[in-house]
């Protein structure tokens, strides 16, 4: 068992990691680093609860200051990981102090991307809950908005902006909002949701540019050479892992942190949450998730394989999205070349449930306003590897279990 382990990283995955390791009876010395000053945070409130006001920072806090204290754990909070000497085992920190560790767990997340041009007054990211206050005071005035990137974040942004009685309109180069996530069936649908609440789309058309008076931005430039006029401008173009600490380390980095199925990165040297890239058995695919669930579950799994359990992590993808009054949960993997088929309910009637496949096995179920039980039962067909061809009578079965 190691002696000292340090987690880099102090949100979900990283505290996920230290409490499992303190639950298995790992009684060293732990030390968890987060570059913000802010204790653990739960980050799916911020495009939400958070940005629309109806939750206050303190109560996305994911443990209070006792719980914290009762871990054991050096917290090293605003103070960012700057290089890793993996030989010497050793994180360098801002400053210049650094931290010797017998295992290592990153847990950097990502950070948003930006596009050219928008080191401007009015142009924002969503990551941190810093972030997420910044945005709601400026949208507070009652800016026209623009939201440029139509996935999760853009979306769940653009809703609480329209709720708030704003102007608002989304830019996305794809077809449909959401149509890397779900495909084009599902980003229809979630386009007339926001049709129907008044947000202007302009779907189809990439991003040209940016207009700014004085250093404020003041438009949007589109390829097709039309202006959107806009007060604040959100940028939720994605996001890319957070390793650039750990450039020159030797540790494989690609589309993050490469890892084995034992989320195991080098010789004692491992990676949860956003960061992390590994071979997903179940799915024979590697993959990195952006979801709070796999930060949770990572966790947990890199937890145990620290202590000595070597197990592959293999869960079937678990994720969710509110906009407006409407939920879509998924679980699985929604390759774009999918296949479709409606399982239950009616999409007219926005409350149903699909099953998506790939290679004549099912990959994944969506629910849209379903019941989370009935989901959950049709999660079945995932983890089971349901053949394609057998679905409507695996859908009975899944339902009556």
Request: glycine share 12%.
């Amino acid at each position: 068992m190691p002696g000292r382990v340090v987690i880099v990283g102090a949100s979900a995955a990283g505290l996920t990691t230290a409490e499992a390791l303190r639950r298995r009876g790992y009684d060293g010395m732990l030390t968890l680093i987060g570059d913000e000053p802010h204790p653990p945070y739960d980050r799916p409130p911020l495009s939400k609860q958070v940005l629309a006001g109806i939750r206050e920072p303190d109560h996305v806090v994911l443990r209070d200051e006792p719980a914290l204290a009762g871990l054991g754990a050096d917290l090293l909070l605003g103070q960012a990981a700057t290089w890793l000497d993996v030989a010497d085992r050793r994180v360098l920190l801002a400053g210049g102090s650094g931290v010797g560790y017998d295992a290592l767990v990153i847990a950097t997340g990502v950070a948003p991307r930006r596009l050219p041009g928008t080191d401007l007054t009015g142009v924002h990211v969503l990551r941190t809950l810093d972030d997420a206050l910044s945005l709601r005071a400026q949208l507070l005035a009652g800016p026209k908005v623009v939201v440029v990137g139509a996935g999760f974040l853009g979306a769940e942004v653009a809703a609480v902006a329209r709720e708030m009685g704003l102007d608002v309109t989304v830019a996305d180069p794809l077809p449909v909002p959401m149509h890397r996530q779900f495909g084009e069936r599902i980003g229809t649908l979630i386009a007339e949701l926001h049709r129907d609440h008044g947000v202007m789309l302009r779907c189809g058309v990439g991003v040209a540019g940016f207009r700014s008076v004085d250093g404020r931005v003041v438009g949007v430039e589109l390829a097709d050479g039309s202006v959107l006029d806009a007060d604040l401008v959100v940028l939720a173009v994605g996001a890319v892992p957070a390793t650039g600490w750990l450039a020159g380390s030797g540790l494989p980095l690609g589309n993050g942190v490469e890892c084995d199925d034992r989320c195991q990165a080098g010789p004692g040297i491992y990676a949860a949450g956003d960061v992390a890239s590994w071979p997903n058995p179940h799915f024979g695919v590697r993959m990195r998730l952006e979801h709070r669930m796999n930060a949770t579950e990572q966790g947990i799994a890199v937890a145990g394989n620290l202590l000595g359990d070597d197990k592959p992590f293999a869960p079937v993808p678990y994720f969710w999205t509110d906009q407006y009054a409407t939920k879509i949960q998924a679980y699985g993997t929604f390759p774009p070349d999918a296949e479709f088929q409606l399982l239950s309910g009616d999409p007219g009637a926005r409350r149903f449930v699909a099953a998506y496949g790939q290679h004549g096995t099912v990959t994944g179920v969506l629910g849209w306003n379903a019941s989370p039980r009935e989901l959950r039962a049709l999660r079945q067909l995932v983890v089971d590897r349901t053949p394609w061809t057998t679905l409507p009578a695996a859908v009975g079965t899944a339902a009556a279990n």
